[in-house]
């Protein structure tokens, strides 16, 4: 099975730090999504990437930046945190011949900003 | 842009009983995919069912079908003999068939609560 792996499941950060949120799959998908997650609100696309080096705004994308220098990994960046990041952020890929199948998800970072 | 809603953002059913979980989406495409994800506490997303536009048929996976009115644009889950384990927020989502860029549309979701 494709496992997509986000590397931390909670994390803590200040006001004004950047935050990293990493994201590996390991299946050679070429297309990875990072979404937002909050009550109510349902998940929210943030950046996607179909390719390396390639990357494309998703609905909600100020405040946050993206980078896949590598194939399987793709990263969330917020230059400047704020406490309206606070959030739960999940990950996920498709790609092979799976298109029509929907996503992998990996199994979500909540951040909370201070 | 593409649009899924779900208007029930709780429900509950009593255990083996059956529930059934709204979906409608607004599209001018023909051709898309439709899908159930469930996120338990574990907050890890499970495919529960997708549905291709192109088939009439119903999709059904186990327990698990699903209502698929192409002209109404209805896309309702029916969970039947309802176990503890079906507890979880459920969302449906939406794909276009065409592009290149996968990109899922969610609703927001709708927390299903089994009780014993």
């Known amino acids: 099975d494709v496992k997509v792996t986000q590397s931390s499941r909670y994390l803590v950060k200040r006001t004004g730090e950047k935050v990293f949120l990493e994201c590996v799959q390991d299946?050679?998908?070429?297309?990875m999504f990072w979404y937002r997650q909050d009550p109510g609100l349902g998940l929210r696309l943030i950046y996607f990437?179909?390719?390396?080096?390639?990357?494309e705004k998703g609905d909600i994308p100020e405040g946050y930046s993206v980078s896949r220098e590598k194939k399987e990994r793709f990263s969330l960046i917020l230059e400047s945190a704020s406490t309206n990041q606070t959030s739960m952020y999940l990950c996920?890929?498709?790609?092979?011949?799976?298109?029509?199948?929907?996503?992998?998800f990996g199994s979500g970072t909540r951040l909370t900003v201070v | 842009a593409q649009t899924v809603t779900q208007s029930q953002p709780e429900m509950s059913v009593q255990e083996a009983e059956t529930v059934t979980l709204s979906c409608t989406y607004d599209?001018?495409?023909?051709?898309?995919?439709l899908f159930w994800y469930k996120q338990p506490p574990s907050r890890q997303m499970i495919l529960v069912i997708r549905?291709?536009?192109?088939?009439?048929q119903n999709a059904t996976e186990n327990r698990f079908s699903v209502n698929f009115q192409k002209a109404a644009k209805s896309f309702s889950l029916k969970i039947s003999d309802s176990q503890l384990g079906d507890a979880a927020m459920y969302f449906c989502?939406?794909?276009?068939?065409?592009?290149?860029?996968?990109?899922?549309?969610f609703g927001k979701g709708t927390l299903l609560t089994v009780n014993p």
């Open positions: 299946m050679d998908h070429e297309n």
């Open positions: 599209t001018s495409e023909s051709d898309y995919y």
């Open positions: 990437s179909y390719d390396v080096k390639m990357k």
């Open positions: 996920a890929s498709i790609g092979g011949t799976v298109y029509g199948r929907g996503y992998t």
């Open positions: 549905q291709e536009a192109y088939k009439q």
């Open positions: 989502a939406y794909r276009s068939a065409g592009g290149s860029n996968y990109k899922l549309t």
